[in-house]
């Protein structure tokens, strides 16, 4: 089946900094989510690219489509403390569901 | 309802008991997904309907899993003869539509087999 590989596992940062993470794919993806979960709750969309090389912001939220479709990365700045949480990279063929990565766990200092 | 409600919110069963796992989608939402998520790991598929119909099932581990959506609303995963690998969190999602990735999730039924 497909395959994503999402960086870094985990990373603990102060606040203020900036962050990024990034995933790949072994197979192209027509569509490129990102989600953030909080403990004991469902994943909530943040960001959703549709094409090549897109360049969608949410906020403070930066994320972009990959050019080879097999890879996709969200920046986060000026990190706050309720940024917390676990993120995760999710991609879809033309015609599969939504694959999900294994997430970026972040935390961040105050 | 406002979301995607799921009940219970943690069930402990012991092996070899079956368990049935509800989610009530957002009122209107074709499409309805079930994924099952294990202690540090993303959501993995396990079965898709649109209404009614099942469309995809492939991702069921074995044939103890099985869902179903009578009336295209309201849906219940239920685990046969559970066992400890069964152990995570079972999210239910919904969508206005198929092609609409805009897939709001309930916050899951935490599953623990002893």
């Known amino acids: 089946g497909q395959q994503l590989n999402q960086s870094p596992q985990s990373m603990f940062i102060q606040e203020g900094e900036d962050v990024s993470m990034n995933c790949t794919s072994s197979s192209i993806f027509n569509t490129w989510l990102w989600y953030k979960q909080d403990p004991g709750e469902g994943p909530v969309l943040l960001i959703a690219?549709?094409?090549?090389?897109e360049l969608t912001s949410n906020g403070r939220l930066t994320a972009q489509f990959g050019i080879t479709r097999k890879d996709s990365f969200l920046n986060i700045s000026a990190s706050i403390p309720s940024d917390v949480g676990i993120y995760f990279c999710a991609g879809r063929g033309e015609y599969s569901t939504l694959t999900f990565g294994k997430g970026t766990m972040l935390l961040v200092s105050p | 309802g406002a979301g995607v409600s799921q009940s219970p919110r943690y069930k402990v069963a012991k092996r070899g008991q079956d368990v049935a796992l509800r989610c009530d989608p957002i009122?209107?939402?074709?499409?309805l997904f079930w994924y099952q998520q294990a202690l540090g790991q993303g959501p993995e598929f396990l079965t898709y309907f649109q209404n009614e119909a099942q469309l995809d099932k492939s991702g069921l581990p074995s044939d103890r899993f099985f869902a179903e959506r009578p009336e295209g609303s309201v849906s219940t995963l239920k685990i046969q003869r559970t066992q400890q690998e069964d152990s995570a969190v079972y999210l239910c999602a919904s969508s206005l539509v198929w092609t609409n990735e805009k897939l709001f999730f309930g916050s899951g039924t935490q599953l623990s087999v002893l």
């Open positions: 690219l549709y094409k090549a090389g």
């Open positions: 009122s209107g939402h074709v499409s």
